[in-house]
């Protein structure tokens, strides 16, 4: 990675100087100035484009959060921040980071009330097609697979995808609240300003350059700057160097906006921030709604299963991509696929397993062997290879089926592999960016998708806004009381 050197103070002559300083104002950038805010900071908040929203405006809004919020009660839930816990472990692992997990489950229930309290309404409904925003405005759904193998084994199953209330997808919604909390919060909103590259003293952050159309402008920052300008996603070289299946789908997939360009992770490397888990992607695969498709069967190139086809999309597509190279099939029939809601390329005219697999190019008796097996178990409402759950077990192209077919999800057929990047800044709970040798780099914060947080090598829907937001606001907040402080931390 070509990092942005920093700037030694010496070289700098400041034009202003603030309490906290904030990059970006999209999620996390936007939580930041309100966490400094209401800790008492004068803050200055730049962002590069025209206006607040970056990736959250065009996302769907979904906010992972759970440990008892009171939308869960509403909704009729019993969750606790233990069992939130043990599933975030299980399924955003291996090798996530406990303590931060432990603080965001803890925090949670808070975090929510703060989200309502700024401005973010959610409505107590829970909706029962998960992974994805819910088509009204209800605020609950499962959006992680929870309630899918193998977690409904590890931890009780509850819905945690906390979506604002706004019909459809949420996320300019969630922004513009946001936005609207930023602007009444007192704090200095400077658009069409990019952060250039950090200010420092010895090995401390004390400032930022920030180019404007009336030139480059030098901030001085008492307690802490904030790095929340997204992720990697649109730097073509940062993902060949680091997680080069991120580029194997159709570009038109990859989720950002092109101020993903890694721009705040390569500064806080120039001023001393170790990385962390840049080869971390998430990859969704969406296959509903309706979630009743996952009554078909995925099958890869050798006509075998891989995995249980009711687990979170997010799950799917990764181990599509990772682990059967993207070229994947789900076998159904017209039963149980009634239309073609996801408008991929299908047909049903095969007449037996046999005489599909000839025309997807899948050996022949190992697709006529996976049916069959799927087929037998299903038939007693059993998965013993997979483990899905009974109510999508159905066997494919039996009567009253009138034949079997697939749906192509090959990556290099047009099939959705949405990709964005996951690692980032190496960061502790509290925001601070660190060293790489256990140490912090005084002054300096990050959140969002510039730092690497909950998800470590799987995702959720919903973790994204979520961390961004909670570690966003806690950076914002340590940084304010680092300034209080008098540079202690
Ligand atoms: C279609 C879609 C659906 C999604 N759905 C969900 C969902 O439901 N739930 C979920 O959790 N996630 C979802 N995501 C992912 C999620 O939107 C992002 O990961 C998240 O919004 C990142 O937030 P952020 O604050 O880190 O970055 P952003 O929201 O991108 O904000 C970063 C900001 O920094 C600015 N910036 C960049 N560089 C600079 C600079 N040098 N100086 C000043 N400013 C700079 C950018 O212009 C931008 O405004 C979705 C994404 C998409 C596209």
């Known amino acids: 990675m070509e990092a942005i050197p920093s700037v030694d103070v010496s070289q700098v002559r400041f034009d202003e100087t603030v309490d906290v300083a904030v990059v970006g104002l999209g999620v996390a950038g936007a939580s930041a100035v309100m966490g400094a805010r209401q800790a008492g900071a004068d803050v200055l908040a730049v962002e590069r484009s025209g206006g607040p929203g970056g990736t959250s405006a065009h996302s769907g809004g979904l906010i992972y959060l759970g440990g008892g919020t009171a939308l869960q009660i509403a909704c009729g839930f019993e969750d606790s921040p233990e069992n939130m816990a043990v599933f975030l472990r299980a399924a ?88 609207a909390a930023v602007s009444s919060s007192g704090a200095r ?119 249980n086809e009711d687990a979170y999309t997010g799950r799917i597509g990764l181990h599509a991509l990772r682990d059967q190279d993207g070229w994947i099939f789900m076998i159904t029939d017209d039963v149980i696929h009634e239309s073609n809601p996801i408008g991929l390329r299908i047909g049903f005219a095969a007449a037996s397993p046999e005489e599909l697999a000839v025309d997807l190019g899948i050996p022949p008796d190992a697709l006529a062997r996976t049916v069959g097996d799927y087929n037998d178990a299903a038939t007693r409402g059993e998965d013993p290879a997979f483990h899905k759950r009974a109510p999508f077990l159905q066997p494919i192209g039996e009567p009253p089926a ?41 002054g300096l914060y990050a959140a969002g998708r510039t730092a690497a947080s909950l998800a470590a090598h799987h995702y959720a829907s919903g973790i994204s806004l979520g961390d961004g937001s909670f570690f966003g606001r806690r950076a914002g907040r340590h940084a304010a009381e680092r300034g209080r402080a008098g540079h202690t931390s």
């Open 402 to 442: 009138s034949g079997i077919g697939a749906i192509d999800l090959r990556v290099d057929h047009g099939a959705i592999y949405a990709t964005f990047t996951l690692g980032g800044l190496a960061t502790d709970s509290t925001g601070a960016a660190l060293d790489g040798e256990g140490g912090r780099v005084p």
């Open 92 to 179: 955003l692992g291996p090798d996530g980071d406990d303590d931060r997990v432990d603080v965001y489950c803890e925090g949670s229930p808070d975090h929510f009330d703060w989200l309502v309290s700024i401005g973010v309404p959610f409505r107590a409904s829970f909706c029962d097609e998960p992974n994805r925003e819910s088509a009204d405005d209800a605020g609950l759904l499962f959006s992680g697979g929870e309630d899918s193998y193998p977690f409904d084994e590890l931890a009780t199953p509850v819905p945690r995808g906390h979506k604002p209330q706004c019909v459809d997808s949420a996320g300019g919604f969630l922004m513009q609240r946001l936005g």
């Open 189 to 307: 909103v400077a658009v069409d300003a990019g952060a250039e590259a950090l200010v420092v003293d010895g090995g401390e952050v004390v400032g930022l350059l920030v180019r404007t159309d009336d030139g480059t402008r030098a901030v001085r920052v008492r307690g802490g700057l904030v790095l929340a300008a997204g992720g990697f996603i649109h730097n073509e070289a940062m993902v060949a160097e680091y997680c080069p299946l991120a580029h194997v789908p159709d570009p038109a997939w990859r989720i950002g906006t092109p101020n993903d360009d890694g721009r705040g992770i390569r500064m806080g490397v120039g001023a001393g921030a170790a990385t962390s888990r840049l080869d971390s992607f998430e990859c969704a695969l969406p296959l509903g709604p309706p979630h009743r498709l996952a009554r078909g069967i995925l099958v890869n190139a050798s006509g075998e299963r891989f995995i």
